[in-house]
């Protein structure tokens, strides 16, 4: 199993998970992707995925972006499972301080919306780490255009992981498509 972990307010529409589900398809291995969408309170997402995780017959190899890899973070080291993770959030409890109080769409569906409270924060910070655990079980891979986090941050933070660090890009990744076939062999 793959279980690709969406960022903040995506969803499993998000074009990374669909390319995965394409790629795995064409090998004949759609069955292996998973991909749920996830509430919008991290307390919640992590008892989603920690129930995926535990239920799985074999471990999943964990694909997260943004805020996604930083919920990879936490179940690799609560699970010493393998993790890809693509311009992943660092300390995303101070990033998002900014927007407690305010309305959150969701990228693919204009209807899903909630307020971000002082919660949501609260509990992105409990599930937050001081350096990661097991970052020998972790692939980041980064895009330095990146104009939503600081990719140097990331490098940082998981200085002692894999690490790629490609040119240009941005946000989305602009490269995911071409390093599919190397997030199957980490």
Request: charged letters at 20%; zero cysteines; aromatic letters at 10%.
């Amino acid at each position: 199993m793959i279980l690709y972990i969406h960022g903040f307010n995506s969803s499993s529409q998000a074009g990374k998970a669909q390319e995965l589900k394409r790629w795995l398809a064409a090998r004949n291995r759609g069955h292996e992707w998973v991909a749920p969408d996830l509430p919008d309170r991290p307390a919640q997402a992590i008892a989603v995925l920690s129930e995926l995780i535990e239920n799985a017959v074999t471990p999943p190899k964990l694909v997260g972006s943004s805020l996604g890899g930083f919920y990879a973070t936490h179940l690799v080291a609560k699970y010493d499972l393998k993790a890809v993770l693509v311009n992943p959030a660092v300390h995303p409890g101070l990033l998002l301080r900014m927007v407690v109080g305010t309305v959150q769409k969701n990228w693919h569906d204009e209807n899903q919306t909630y307020t971000f409270t002082q919660d949501h924060l609260a509990e992105l910070t409990a599930l937050d780490q001081l350096a990661p655990k097991y970052p020998q079980n972790m692939l980041v891979m980064l895009e330095n255009g990146d104009g939503t986090l600081d990719w140097q941050d990331a490098a940082s933070y998981y200085r002692n992981a894999h690490q790629l660090v490609f040119q240009g890009g941005n946000h989305g990744f602009t490269r995911f498509p071409d390093v599919i076939d190397l997030i199957d062999r980490f």
